[in-house]
């Protein structure tokens, strides 16, 4: 009987161990924000802006961008991915940019203390193509790689300039 009563204490303090690590997994928080944003331009041309977001802890630890422009016209589409190259020069590194009948898809991966800059190209004109790569607007929103955030301030920023988080 003795040996029983000693197992006891063993047993609920495993029990509670055992509960402790079942409430950390269930509590534990996503490690990045996905948001997204489209906005279409005169002459029936759309951005839609994809960022998955990755934080550790109170950090931004890595930004992945994935940016379609669907343009009306496939005449304009080597001129503006050409554009659209010095746009991303800023970074240091190739952006990854490929075509798709009508479309133009950048896709930036930002991991090592680098700046990258959202919202940050708009398109004057119908018949001649004006690309702006916009960096000083009040529109732009910069993030950086290792600058403090926690997720709800990350989300806060991203909503107020008109993204659409989860």
Do not use: W
Not at 121 to 147: A, D, P, Q, R, Y
């Amino acid at each position: 009987m003795s040996t029983r009563k000693s197992l006891v204490f063993p047993f609920i303090i495993t029990l509670i161990i055992l509960g402790i690590i079942v409430y950390l997994f269930m509590n534990v928080k996503q490690p990045y924000v996905e948001c997204d944003k489209t906005t279409t331009f005169d002459g029936n041309i759309k951005i839609s802006e994809s960022l998955k977001t990755t934080l550790n802890g109170n950090k931004i630890d890595k930004l992945e961008l994935i940016k379609v422009i669907t343009l009306n016209d496939t005449k304009h589409i080597n001129s503006v991915k050409n554009s659209l190259k010095d746009a991303y020069k800023y970074l240091g590194k190739d952006a990854k940019i490929s075509t798709d009948d009508n479309k133009i898809i950048i896709k930036v991966v930002v991991d090592d203390n680098e700046t990258i800059l959202l919202n940050n190209i708009s398109f004057n004109g119908e018949n001649s193509l004006e690309i702006e790569n916009n960096t000083k607007s009040s529109n732009v929103v910069s993030l950086k790689v290792n600058e403090n955030y926690t997720e709800g301030e990350l989300i806060t920023r991203l909503r107020n300039n008109g993204y659409a988080c989860r």
